[in-house]
């Protein structure tokens, strides 16, 4: 393999610059959608759990649909197509985030779904027979246990997304995946990738580690 | 104080009470026995609102939860509710907070009373149930009949006109048993009215005012403890509780 940046650290320095552009759009394409997704979820989560089935259904066949289809598809689809049924058009940048943060809400959706019915029922009774208001035994009794039992399969989702967020490269935003991609047809080799590898595993590191911090946080009872 | 009169509960299909009607005095501590599947427990809730009847008329002080099977609106519900307090057969206890905080959530969020006071009497009741040391430890690193206490100063804290115990003793090894009749017994000194739904015969017996037994959802016997549990019909279950379980 021939070297072009590796051997050289002026190049190898400009060509990190690039990319951590990149990976600086990645970090936001990646922060907004789990600030978006994370709601969102818990509400589509109480949706599905619906004792009405006009509830129920609708939103049972959108978790279908956004779990049966591949993401790339859907970034592509609501960037593509639904500029030609809507009056309005995406930019890529929104498009991403607004594909993005329905896809993972109906993943969090289903994860919440089961911390919430993992709870014994007793905890709403107890919160029913001390006068709590079924909202307040929710955010003051439920809420905090669904927290602990979700952590985990939540931080695998959070991982996923962290690679998930290259597929915004089909629609060309500026990312570090559609970056590194660029340098490597421009400069004909592939040491961008490299250096863009590296990168999501040091992001993904850094993500393992404040879940693994949020896990420990939520071991003070058992 | 509390009245109920001809309530009828089936769990699909299945009648589980069939025309129930009893009264709760002030200051009376009620027992009610029976066989798993009598119903007694099935009452205790509906007495609740844990479990909606199909039809009757539940009225504590003369305010209706439910009238005729048609319920009171929501708001009302939890008002005639906050009269009674319920200790459940597995404590449910709030296993994110610790006991001091299982005490004053509710008093806090539903009385709205402020911190300082409520903490304060928490800590009273927890002397009373003999855990004053266990104020900032979490349920899950207590005993059951530990737990059980909690629960039952969990349930005073709001300050209920009616306390109701749904077999509070089961899930407990005889030993735990103990401390937790103990502290019933001592709540039954204080005059405070109780309704206890039970399968400890003896403890019925001493503690009760009146009992009540039930067979296949209906009452079949109720007074004085000496005179139910003198009737040919408790005497079958009893003696048959006897081989089950090897109570005396």
Redesign the interface.
């Known amino acids: 393999m021939v070297m072009k940046f590796f051997n050289n650290p002026e190049k190898l320095w400009n060509l990190v610059k690039i990319l951590l552009e990149g990976l600086s759009v990645t970090g936001q394409i990646f922060i907004l959608t789990l600030v978006f997704s994370i709601p969102l979820g818990m509400l589509v989560a109480v949706g599905r759990m619906s004792k009405k089935w006009i509830v129920r259904g609708p939103v049972s066949a959108y978790i279908y649909i956004m779990r049966g289809t591949p993401l790339m598809l859907q970034v592509m689809f609501i960037y593509f197509l639904l500029p030609r049924i809507l009056p309005f058009k995406f930019d890529r940048f929104p498009a991403a985030i607004f594909a993005f943060t329905i896809n993972y809400a109906a993943y969090f959706a289903e994860i919440f779904r089961g911390g919430i019915q993992g709870i014994?029922k007793?905890?709403w009774?107890?919160?029913?027979?001390?006068?709590?208001?079924k909202s307040?035994t929710f955010f003051?009794?439920l809420l905090?246990?669904v927290c602990?039992r979700v952590l985990l399969p939540v931080t695998n989702e959070v991982i996923t997304l962290v690679k998930d967020t290259a597929l915004a490269s089909t629609i060309a935003v500026t990312e570090l995946m559609s970056l590194a991609k660029k340098q490597v047809s421009s400069s004909s080799s592939i040491e961008p990738y490299v250096i863009a590898m590296v990168m999501y595993l040091i992001f993904n590191g850094v993500t393992e580690q404040l879940c693994r911090l949020a896990e420990r946080k939520l071991n003070?009872?058992? | 104080m509390l009245k109920a009169e001809n309530i009828i509960k089936s769990f699909d299909g299945l009648p589980v009470l069939r025309g129930i009607s009893m009264e709760i005095n002030q200051g009376e501590v009620v027992a009610i026995i029976g066989r798993s599947g009598s119903g007694k427990s099935t009452l205790l809730r509906c007495l609740n609102n844990l479990e909606k009847v199909d039809n009757g008329t539940i009225e504590i002080d003369g305010q209706a939860l439910v009238k005729n099977g048609v319920y009171a609106p929501a708001k009302e519900q939890r008002a005639v509710c906050l009269k009674m307090g319920y200790v459940f057969q597995n404590f449910n206890l709030f296993p994110h907070m610790n006991v001091l905080k299982n005490l004053t959530e509710a008093q806090r969020c539903v009385l709205g009373r402020e911190k300082e006071k409520a903490e304060k009497y928490a800590k009273e009741l927890l002397k009373k149930v003999g855990l004053e040391d266990k104020a900032l430890a979490y349920p899950g690193q207590l005993s059951g009949g530990q737990q059980q206490r909690v629960a039952i100063a969990r349930a005073l804290a709001m300050d209920p006109e009616i306390l109701c115990f749904d077999e509070p003793t089961s899930a407990l090894d005889p030993q735990l048993t103990q401390e937790v009749l103990s502290v019933i017994r001592a709540l039954s000194r204080e005059k405070r009215t109780m309704a206890v739904v039970t399968h400890e015969m003896a403890f019925a017996r001493e503690v009760a005012d009146r009992v009540v037994f039930m067979q296949e959802g209906v009452i079949v016997a109720e007074g004085a403890p000496d005179n139910v549990f003198n009737d040919p019909r408790v005497k079958v279950f009893i003696g048959k509780n006897d081989n089950d379980d090897g109570i005396d």
């Open positions: 014994p007793g905890q009774e107890a919160g029913q027979v001390l006068g709590m208001k307040q003051r009794v905090p246990q602990k003070y009872y058992q």
